[in-house]
């Protein structure tokens, strides 16, 4: 296992958790507290600028100063921000979290994909596998995070801030003695599987790529999104106990989780646009069904699960065509995916949040899905049209 995955997905991981024990802890304090589907999504949409920001500006830094010395920095100044998660009392508290956590993630991430996207390609690994071993673990650390999340906030916070605490300063002190020991590589070995190409590569129209999958993973991931910050609040107006919501909104991580296990194992749409276009259609239509069911505990959940779904597809297409560069710019191509990730984080629950305000149902947010795929569709067929083209 260890010539799989090393200590920088570990870390993909255990800050995935991090991320989603506090996404559905504010998420579900602003429900507890009887903030509107609006304030929320204002909440959320507030946070997700921020990581924007944090994305562009500091995920291009591992380029010029190191990836190791920046995240070693990186978690020690998110350790500190950290204690102040004990005081919580007032929605104004959610809102200094939301900008504190985002601007850490919104370095993080871009700083991790670019670590491992440079190190392991000059270590021979092919970038498929790179890309396919990093979604699974942080994808992974999504479904334990959002599960507890909303438990522990309401029974035992002080578990998540002292888990985030613990993992910060630990991971400050091994990436220091890392950077002593290899500098800014990663030592390997990796396994001889992990150098096999999955795949060509239409590198002379990577950028068109990059453009279309982009824009998809930014409509599709809405959808996700609406799902992980508002239904939290749609849930329990149905009677659930805010504390057992996360069993049913974990849902939406699973069906990322699974989505990327069955990508990894089927490697079909590398380098195949039309097959990866009915891939998105399959999921979107699944997910889209849902939405129109009745209103019960296992609907919510499968809704979630589809919507989970429509997220990592795109996802994985979109980080993979970005993150395959023949330039050194990884980091800055992580900032740009990270960038995209915040976008959506932040108009996903702001725009879901209008529509719920309107018609507090489920069926409300696969109206505004039907919109969002119905400009996917058409985004889709002019990429794929405009490649065979030329």
Sequence with gaps: MKRYFHAFNFYAFSFSILLYLLTSAINTKAAYWGLSYIEIGLINFLGCAFYVVSALIFG??????????????????????????????????????????????????????????????????????????????????????????????????????????????????????????????????????????????????????????????????????????????????????????????????????????????????????????????????AALLTFFLPETALTFFLATLFSGATYAVPYIFAIFYGLNSRDDDHGKQGGIHESMVGIIFGVGPLIGGYFLQIWASLRSIGLMSIGLIIIVIVSQMTFIRKISSE
């Design 60 to 285: 291009r830094m591992g380029d010029k100063v190191g990836f190791k010395r920046s995240l070693s920095n990186g978690m020690f100044l998110m350790a500190i921000s950290l204690a102040f998660g004990f005081f919580w009392a007032l929605p104004i508290h959610l809102v200094i979290s939301v900008i504190g956590m985002n601007v850490f993630f919104g370095f993080f991430f871009p700083s991790i994909e670019g670590l491992l996207s440079k190190s392991e390609k000059a270590a021979g690994v092919d970038p498929a596998a790179t890309v396919i071993r990093f979604v699974l673990s942080w994808s992974a650390g999504n479904v334990v995070g959002m599960a507890f999340g909303p438990f522990l906030i309401q029974k035992h916070p002080v578990a998540v801030f002292s888990y985030g605490i613990t993992l910060c300063l630990i991971g400050t002190l091994h990436i220091r003695s890392h950077i002593k020991r290899y500098g800014e590589i990663l030592p390997g070995p990796f396994h001889d599987r992990l150098k096999n190409s999955l795949g060509e590569i239409d590198f002379p129209k990577i950028k068109e790529y990059r453009r279309v999958y982009r824009f998809t993973f930014l409509l599709a991931g809405i959808i996700y999104t609406s799902g992980m910050a508002l239904f939290p609040k749609l849930i329990s107006s149905t009677g659930i106990p805010l504390e057992n919501v996360g069993f049913l909104t974990v849902g939406a991580n699973i069906g990322v989780f699974l989505s990327f296990v069955f990508m990894s194992f089927f490697r079909f749409w590398v380098g195949s646009p039309r097959i990866s276009f009915l891939t998105m259609i399959a999921v979107f239509g």
